[in-house]
């Protein structure tokens, strides 16, 4: 948006109270015309402005010639129902209200190269809307702002969580109502949009400076980075203070979860977790890594042992096979080709047929069966297992 008070010296209260724009009447710039013409002129009089057509010299290639335009200028409602008629049968189109009515107010300026200022050198008051009140100005696009202040206020509430719907609702109540807010709740999340463009192809630096900026506030707050062959973020693992003395103190058991992914980059999020003595889950120390292949865990889990200050946990429990699924028929196949997916090197068998077909299979370390093809206590005597998995699924669905 252009225009700044600072860049001109106007009395804002003499030309608000009677604005009056003549033929030749001279501005210092570019920016001082589109302030008087639109936050003195165009607000007091109930309408929005917009930038239009732009002349410049063929020699020097600076702009001689600019043209401001009342936002509902262009293609009228009849231009705009044609069509959308035409295009009716091809595309879709919301109903979003008019918009452009084909309004011809508009304001003209020349640069006067005897006097080196900007002059008006072609003025259209009549308007072909309906005027907007003063107490709906506000909401017109070229006179919401959203300020330093307030951009600032949103940056600090995002970093605690506050939704965009809660941020307006803050400003509206400091404001002391809506109407003195100076924006909409759509300039809120425009400007979220905006930011978020700015930090594409900037995280994982703006992830390493704050490790960095925590690891100079806190010297025992632990981080590593491991980088590909194009410098790109491979894996990452911190681990804060107080993680590091948690895990002293109930280091008994510990759970490594990799079921978490990011949003954006589909990196996985790795948090190292325990249980205290109230049973509550504290955190470890947490990674990010770009895939699930053994040496990103063994570099993962290698980075969260350095960390810790009395080594590797005291008790590690793991139920060794054989493991027994029994699932019903209608998801046979998927559980044997999630275990091929996920698990490729483990021995599966799908136990499925006939009882003789069954017992002709060499154990292995796991055993999908189907529901049904045998009772309960066949399975049962038929399989030594030590683990025991039923697949319930389908019964939720049908809602037994």
């Known amino acids: 948006m252009m225009g700044d008070p600072s860049l001109q010296d106007l009395n804002v209260n003499d030309a608000a109270a009677e604005p009056k724009l003549q033929l030749g009447q001279e501005f210092e710039s570019i920016e001082e015309a589109y302030y008087f013409y639109n936050e003195i002129y165009a607000k007091t009089v109930g309408f929005s402005v917009r930038m239009g057509s732009t002349k410049r010299s063929k020699v020097t290639g600076e702009i001689t010639w600019k043209q401001f335009l009342c936002s509902k200028e262009g293609k009228t409602y009849e231009t705009y129902e044609n069509s959308k008629r035409q295009h009716s049968s091809t595309m879709e189109e919301r109903n979003c209200g008019i918009k452009r009515t084909g309004c011809k107010a508009r304001l ?49 509430l995002s970093s605690v969580n506050v939704r965009t719907s809660q941020q307006f609702k ?3 109540t400091v404001a002391g109502g809506i109407q003195n807010v100076g924006c909409i709740a759509r300039d809120l999340r425009n400007f979220e949009r ?36 194009e410098n790109r973020l491979n894996r990452c693992f911190w681990a804060d203070p107080t993680s590091r003395k948690a895990y002293y103190f109930f280091n008994d058991v510990v759970v490594f979860d990799t079921t978490y992914n990011t949003n954006k980059y589909r990196m996985i999020f790795a948090p190292i977790t325990g249980v205290n003595h109230h049973g509550q889950t504290i955190v470890f120390g947490c990674g990010l890594l770009s895939d699930e292949k053994t040496e990103s865990f063994i570099w993962l889990l290698e980075q969260w042992l350095k960390a810790m200050p009395s080594g590797p946990p ?73 683990a025991l998995l039923f697949d319930f699924g389908h019964l939720k669905e049908r809602g037994s």
């Not at 594409?200 to 925590?214: P, Q, R, W």
């Not at 506030?217 to 590909?228: I, L, M, Q, Y």
């Open 108 to 156: 003209n300026i020349v640069f006067n190269k005897a006097s080196k200022k900007w002059c008006i050198s072609d003025f259209e008051e009549a308007h072909t809307h309906e005027l907007t009140t003063p107490k709906r100005v506000h909401l017109l696009p070229s006179h919401r702002k959203l300020t330093k202040a307030k951009k600032c206020l949103m940056e600090k």
């Open 170 to 172: 803050i400003m509206e």
């Open 194 to 229: 905006d930011s978020r463009e700015e930090l594409k192809g900037h995280d994982a630096t703006m992830l390493l400076e704050y490790l960095e900026s925590e690891k100079e506030k806190k010297s025992s707050f632990c981080f590593e980075v491991d980088r590909d062959e």
């Open 314 to 386: 005291k008790n590690v429990q793991q139920i060794h096979g054989p493991f027994l699924v029994v699932v019903p028929f209608s998801t046979l196949s998927n559980w044997a080709k999630e275990f091929r997916k996920w698990l490729p090197d483990l021995n599966v068998v799908v136990y499925v047929g006939t009882r003789a077909s069954r017992e002709a299979k060499v154990s292995p370390k796991v055993q999908v069966f189907a529901w049904g093809c045998c009772s309960q206590e066949s399975y049962t005597c038929e399989v030594n297992s030590k």
